[in-house]
């Protein structure tokens, strides 16, 4: 099983509708989550942490479900300016107290006019 | 933006070359990191330090080296480069888990 894995897309919506992407983990010992973005042929960039209480970020909301080890960020009234892939990111803690951070391989999204 | 480069941005080489590309931050950040990028994969992490002299393999690091010699650098080699090895490559600086890339090292094997 993959150590992270993401909806893999891609995603087509209207402007301002409302879009969702899913993460899973399989390491129950990772310690920190986050949604980051990547505009095509940059480099990604941090959209948001993702805390346990969940935590919202303007029209972006993230949760996380540790007992299901499951992660989402919702889009509400999507933008032209959001389509960009959307990457879901987990923190593994690997050989004692060193940790790595691993990616899902991203989802796809256009807002279209 | 976090002061982070990557040298060269772009390269062309032939098979059976060596290859080394460059990270520097300015940062003082301890953990370092090469991903490569590759369609249909994603990100894959190649290696990764967590101090000078520390690294460690990730997913995909066969044919790959590594050294952090100081802080601000971090070297990946490719001792003989392969058609397989054409890819964007990233390097990410990253303190309190949180990470932040460069701008990206485009890298062609011929």
């Known amino acids: 099983r993959k150590e992270v894995e993401q909806d893999p897309g891609p995603f087509n919506v209207p402007e301002g509708a409302t879009v969702a992407f899913n993460c899973t983990y399989s390491n129950s010992a990772s310690q920190s989550f986050f949604w980051y973005r990547q505009d095509c042929r940059k480099e990604p960039k941090l959209l948001m942490s993702v805390y346990s209480s969940g935590n919202e970020d303007g029209r972006f909301t993230a949760q996380l479900n540790r007992a299901s080890q499951y992660i989402s960020l919702l889009i509400r009234d999507s933008k032209l300016s959001d389509s960009a892939t959307y990457l879901c990111?987990?923190?593994?803690?690997?050989?004692?107290?060193?940790?790595?951070?691993?990616f899902g391989k991203g989802t796809l999204l256009t807002v279209n006019p | 933006d976090a002061g982070i480069t990557q040298s060269p941005r772009h390269k062309v080489t032939e098979t059976g070359t060596p290859v080394t590309l460059r990270c520097h931050q300015t940062e003082n950040h301890r953990y370092m990191y090469w991903y490569r990028q590759d369609p249909g994969h994603g990100l894959r992490l190649i290696h990764y330090s967590y101090g000078v002299k520390d690294t460690d393999k990730g997913e995909v690091s066969d044919g790959y080296s590594v050294s952090r010699s100081k802080t601000e650098d971090f070297l990946l080699t490719l001792e003989s480069a392969t058609s397989s090895q054409t890819s964007v490559y990233f390097c990410?600086?990253?303190?309190?888990?949180?990470?932040?890339f460069g701008p990206g090292t485009r890298l062609t094997v011929t």
């Open positions: 990111v987990v923190n593994i803690v690997s050989g004692g107290s060193n940790y790595k951070l691993t």
């Open positions: 990410a600086i990253s303190e309190s888990f949180r990470a932040s």
